[in-house]
């Protein structure tokens, strides 16, 4: 490599480690203590303008024609936030929802996600101290700075929805004023409804789309007053989505339908061994092939997996001529690793490492030591892969000046851009970045490695755009899987038969920690907590008085990231199976002994009582099936699950699944419906089926037949009851329908047949 | 080369014969909305209707497919009037991440023209396509509110 190029790349990993740098030390920067919510208004450069439209703030632009066009910077991978987040700014700004167009805003740290950094510290969601509070606003504010553009943590309508009314009410306020003096009255005698200013005294009235030339020059006002929830209109209602028309027609893009002007494919095959390294490949007479245009190598990198690549003209021509070159590997440092293996290695650390505590309450080793008796039980889950329907691809053109452009279905445009500008080795202002609709997302597409191989090969071959696509087996091979967790679970009970002690232990690996090590290596530490990996464990709502609860960190060959609902995935498994074993151990009804521990907590108490009575807890049922209830509280909200399975020939059947769900306040109901239907079927795809094993250091699944979902002959009766307590208590609602749906299954598979499962996927 | 129907437009491609309808649709003709989903007729993304049949086209080679009359879902509308099945959809809010809706929606059509009015478990018979999302439940009910059947029974 020439030095000039060296000393660009050093110059554009500076500015990353910079940046990087910025989050681990919030605290260190000033500035950040100095931001506030109105400092999220201001339009970046990089928002523009097209003929005829104007620009109110970072969110709205509005046309001469009417149509307003919301920015929207988080990511649609089917949440509905294409739709949730434009409300926030119709709402405030009395716009005619029909005006409203959304559109995927630029890169510009104004639309950063500060919310979800702030999620991230390790301190119980209940736990309002000081120092907690202190270093939730930190993060935040370290957030802001940091302008990091990712959609994760069911965080984009929590992060939103502050500044995003509040740029519709500014908006709405300049419109306002310009009405004012067109019309000569004063403001306060002005209406607006349904995109229109009205002066009722005099019946006249002006479009949004007659003032927005004249509004959007007016100065910002300081300070709007946002509606007290009373008085919306819009949200609360469940308006349709803004996507599904593009969705039922085949017009809706996905990164793998870019079709820049002189597109080539690339197929690619991956080293099946965690870690290892092209050892050698033969060419042959491929390159000859027609269309074939190039056979890339390409190294393993911080992010992504040692391979070989065809690119050609067309992907069939790629996939089979790749086929056709025999590559051998190099296994590696890993070329042995087993599942089984880690698993039996778990379980000894459960015994013998004494891990880092959670979580600790009263004395548990007290308890236990007066206890009459104690229940003990071992938990486990495997990994599991995201299978997003859309396999993982990304078009990338770096030009011959560096310059460069990409297409993916991502959720973190920030990152795309850096790594693909670290590649070119340009500034990564020079980077544009085009976010399609996303084939699913579930935390899959938050990592880089697809990109950083697209941008590999696109430097190979400057100036043509190359799709790289990859097939679902390297997609199934490849992923950040959902971490493989043990957990021992351990009850005191005292001479009066009341639970006096609970004592939690779980190992695994750490999915925050690879994640920022693949991503911002300057901040990944083995020192910091990853509160992620004792989530719905160390954080139970339940008034248990002695408790300790703590986790033993693992490396291992298998990377890990995040998967729909994180820690609480597994960890809502371990903990509410357990809990039913304790009240089944004191002879309680599950649903009152949970109750009974939930008098401190309202909603979580009104939540369970909600699904248990719309589920008819109690009531008979016919022979061989059996209910089961569990409650988990995730990103903010607080969901219950009654699960009515029936049990038969060895085959579990869940037949119907009821749902409360607490996210605060519903922004569009049939949204907060549809997630958690979604999250239902994707947990119960995991419960009965999921699983990924690794042999050889190679993962056993490769496609569908051996990685089974849920269908539609086998998806239950699913209801779903949204209980609202405010919106001081909004909460996510992508990923909580998630965690209570394994455990609330096996429970009632227990009630039905009197087999306790603690191992997933469930097996009668 | 070979000559084949896509949405009433005759098309001559040039490709191998072995090249699968879907990457010919995709790649050579630019119908992006059939999807690659898995590549061995396991999730039903790339479905199409060829002469009339709901087909896995990504395990259907080119040659096969000469003087066939292929259906994808840009040609499901009738000009500007979207298909009953595309309507229900957008009636009942099925898409999520949208990418398997395609073949969710011609998997539909082509089980609604030989069975107007299906059974649960015929439903569940014919339309296997694998959805991520876990749109099942709205998907079923579409299919009950066109079929006329009352979409809320259980
Ligand atoms: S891509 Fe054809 S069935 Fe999956
Ligand atoms: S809507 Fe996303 S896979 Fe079906």
Redesign the pocket.
């Known amino acids: 490599m020439n030095t000039v190029k060296q000393a660009r790349i050093d110059r554009g990993r500076r500015r990353f480690l910079i940046a990087s740098g910025i989050v681990g030390g919030g605290l260190a920067v000033g500035a950040w203590w100095f931001y506030r919510e109105r400092d999220r208004l201001g339009a970046p450069p990089a928002l523009v303008a097209a003929d005829g439209e104007r620009i109110f703030n970072a969110w709205i632009k509005i046309g001469d024609d009417g149509r307003i066009l919301v920015q929207v910077p988080r990511q649609e991978m089917?949440q509905g936030v294409s739709t949730a987040l434009p409300m926030l700014v119709a709402e405030e700004l009395d716009a005619d929802f029909a005006d409203v167009h959304y559109e995927q805003a630029p890169i510009a740290p104004v639309y950063g996600n500060a919310t979800m950094l702030a999620d991230g510290v390790p301190f119980r969601p209940d736990d309002h101290g000081w120092v907690a509070e202190l270093v939730r606003h930190t993060q935040f504010k370290a957030g802001q700075l940091l302008g990091l553009q990712a959609t994760g943590g069911s965080t984009s309508v929590r992060d939103a929805f502050e500044p995003m009314r509040r740029a519709g009410a500014t908006a709405r306020a300049m419109l306002v004023t310009a009405a004012a003096r067109r019309l000569g009255v004063a403001e306060s005698e002005l209406e607006v409804a349904a995109s229109r200013v009205t002066h009722a005294p005099s019946r006249r009235s002006l479009s949004f789309a007659e003032l927005a030339a004249e509004a959007a020059a007016l100065p910002m006002p300081d300070d709007v007053a946002l509606k007290p929830r009373e008085r919306f209109t819009l949200l609360g209602t469940p308006r349709p989505r803004l996507d599904v028309p593009a969705k039922v027609d085949g017009s809706a893009h996905y990164g793998i339908d870019a079709r820049p002007p002189g597109l080539v494919y690339a197929a690619i095959a991956q080293c099946p061994v965690f870690g290892g390294t092209v050892k050698h490949y033969e060419g042959g007479d491929v390159a000859e092939w027609p269309g074939v245009r190039a056979i890339v190598e390409l190294p393993a990198t911080r992010t992504s997996a040692a391979a070989v690549a065809v690119v050609a003209d067309h992907y069939w021509q790629a996939k089979k001529a790749l086929e056709a070159i025999p590559i051998e590997w190099h296994g590696g440092a890993h070329a042995a690793h087993d599942t089984g293996e880690q698993k039996a290695r778990y379980a000894a650390l459960l015994d013998d490492d004494p891990g880092r505590v959670y979580d600790a309450a009263g004395d548990s080793a007290a308890a236990f030591a007066a206890a009459a008796r104690t229940l003990e039980a071992d938990y486990h889950a495997p990994y599991l892969a995201h299978a997003t329907?859309e396999p993982m691809n990304c078009t990338t053109l770096i030009r011959a000046d560096g310059s460069g452009e990409v297409w993916v279905g991502n959720q973190a445009p920030t990152l795309v851009r850096w790594i693909t500008a670290e590649v070119a080795g340009v500034d990564s202002e020079r980077v544009t970045v085009h976010t399609p609709y996303l084939?699913?997302g579930f935390g899959r597409r938050g990592e880089m490695d697809v990109v950083m191989q697209a941008a590999l090969i696109a430097e190979r071959l400057r100036d043509t755009p190359i799709q790289l696509v990859w097939s679902r087996e390297e997609d199934m091979r490849h992923d950040l899987y959902r971490p493989m967790a043990s957990a021992r679970l351990r009850a005191a009970i005292d001479a009066d038969g009341a639970l006096a002690g609970v004592e939690i232990k779980s190992v695994g690996q750490s999915a925050v920690t690879e994640l920022t090590r693949r991503l911002l290596p300057a901040m990944a530490s083995d020192l910091m907590k990853d509160k992620t990996m004792s989530e719905g464990l160390f954080d139970l709502p339940y008034a248990f008085a002695n408790r300790t609860v703590s986790h033993v960190r693992t490396h291992e060959a298998v990377p890990v990231g995040f998967w729909r609902s994180v820690g609480h995935s597994m960890n809502a498994f371990f903990a509410e199976g357990f809990v039913d074993e304790i009240a089944h151990t004191l002879g309680q009804d599950p649903f009152e002994f949970r109750r009974a521990a939930l008098g401190h907590a309202p909603r979580h108490r009104r939540v369970l009582e909600v699904a248990a009575e719309r589920a008819g807890w109690g009531g008979p049922l016919d022979g061989g099936r059996g209910r089961g209830i569990a409650l988990a509280e995730s990103f903010h909200a607080v969901v219950a699950q009654v699960a009515e399975v029936r049990v038969a020939d060895e085959a579990i059947t869940v037949e119907r699944v009821v749902c409360a769900i607490d996210c605060g306040f519903a922004l569009n109901p049939d949204i907060v419906r549809a997630q958690v239907e979604s999250a239902i079927i994707f947990g119960l795809s995991a419960a009965l089926h999921g699983e990924i094993s690794v042999r050889n250091g190679r993962v056993e699944q490769g496609n569908f037949p051996d990685y089974r979902m849920v269908g539609l002959a086998s998806t239950p009766r699913i209801e779903v009851h949204i209980v609202e307590s405010g919106l001081e208590h909004l909460g996510g609602v992508g990923e909580p329908g998630t965690p209570p749906l394994a455990p609330a299954v096996a429970n009632a598979v227990f009630a039905a047949c009197g087999k306790r499962l603690r191992e997933l996927p469930l097996r009668v | 080369m070979t000559t084949l129907t896509v949405n009433g437009q005759q098309h001559d491609v040039e490709a191998d014969g072995d090249t699968p309808l879907l990457w010919v649709l995709r790649d050579h003709l630019g119908l992006t909305g059939t999807k690659f989903g898995c590549g061995i007729a396991a999730c039903g993304a790339c479905t199409v209707l060829v002469d009339g049949a709901a087909t896995r086209s990504c395990v259907l080679p080119l040659a096969a497919c000469a003087g066939k009359s292929v259906t994808t879902i840009e040609g499901l509308a009738d000009g500007g009037e979207l298909h009953p099945v595309q309507q229900a959809w957008i009636e009942h809010q099925v898409?999520?991440?949208?990418?398997?809706?395609s073949g969710m929606i011609l998997a539909t059509v082509a089980l609604l023209a030989d069975t107007p009015r299906p059974s649960e478990a015929e439903i569940g018979a014919r339309i296997t396509n694998i959805?991520?999302?876990g749109?099942y439940p709205r998907v079923l009910r579409a299919i009950r509110a066109v079929s006329g059947v009352d979409p809320t029974a259980a």
């Open positions: 089917g329907m084939g699913g | 898409p999520q991440c949208g990418y398997c809706q959805c991520r999302c749109t």
